[in-house]
């Protein structure tokens, strides 16, 4: 090969290196972006559970009209807080 065709060979290989370089960025960037909307789905998920949660058991104590509804009102909280996956075996509840 002659020089011209050499220095065009290597300015393609050049490029060809770069262009690698910018695939490689952006599959990572996308990645990125998949894991933040995937957390960012997880915590709206989360925040909802926890609204839905605090809205049960806000209704079970309105709906309380003797001492021996009470037991609506834990078992209220705790289908919340399996709903919300939180573990509360051997907890107490202060009222």
Known sequence: M????????QEVGAQLIRLRQEVAELKAEASRCQA?????K???????RQQQARY????QVWRMRRVADIT???A??????????????????NI
């Open 2 to 9: 002659s020089e011209p065709q050499d220095q065009a060979a």
């Open 36 to 40: 933040a909307q995937e957390r960012e």
């Open 42 to 48: 997880a915590d709206h998920e989360l925040r909802e």
């Open 56 to 59: 049960r058991v806000r209704e």
């Open 72 to 74: 609506l009102v834990l």
């Open 76 to 93: 209220a909280v705790s289908d919340s807080l399996r709903a919300m996956g939180v573990p509360f075996m051997y907890c107490g509840v």
